[in-house]
């Protein structure tokens, strides 16, 4: 549904497509180390999600699809390596997005956070774990609620 990216200026509408960058982050990092297999996870989870999301989000994951790995690693260099620091950072960052998504219909908006929501879980269990046990952390569990987005 391309047009509800329409309803955004150009700095919300950018800020909204790096969301999924922020939150890979926030989880990949939330037990002190960006795990190699999360980042490589995040991307291809992104890349899927231009064909299996919701129809509704399909043109959003195409956009933020592109060069995700890319704006992965950018991110990554932007940002504080201090995991308190990070942790901060991206939680603040995140949280701008409220006021975005105020913007965005009701049906739309719901979509978005369940899928924000999704990859958080999906970021948070591509470390693996033992055997495919215990692949969520402790601070992943908390953190993947993304309980600072509001709506």
Same mark, same amino acid.
């Given at each position: ?13 950018? @800020? =909204?497509? !790096?969301?999924?960058?922020? #939150?890979?982050?926030?989880? /990949?990092?939330? +037990?002190?180390?960006?795990? *190699? ?51 901060? @950072? =991206?939680? !603040?960052?995140?949280?701008? #997005?409220?006021?975005?998504? /105020?913007?965005? +219909?009701?049906?739309?908006? *719901? ?41």
């Amino acid at each position: 549904m391309q047009n509800q990216l329409h309803k955004l200026n150009d700095i919300e509408r950018q @800020q =909204l497509l !790096n969301a999924p960058v922020l #939150i890979t982050l926030l989880i /990949a990092g939330a +037990d002190g180390k960006s795990d *190699e297999r999360e980042l490589d996870w995040a991307t291809r989870v992104t890349h899927f999600r231009k064909e299996t999301a919701h129809f509704t989000l399909q043109y959003f994951y195409e956009v933020v699809g592109e060069n995700f790995n890319d704006k992965l690693k950018q991110a990554i260099s932007n940002h504080d390596a201090d995991t308190a620091g990070r942790k901060a @950072q =991206l939680t !603040n960052e995140i949280a701008q #997005i409220n006021p975005i998504l /105020a913007k965005l +219909d009701e049906h739309y908006r *719901e979509k978005l956070v369940e899928s924000f929501r999704s990859l958080a879980e999906q970021v948070a269990e591509g470390s693996g774990g033992i055997m495919g046990f215990f692949s969520t952390s402790k601070e992943e569990s908390t953190l993947m609620k993304l309980e600072m987005i509001e709506f």
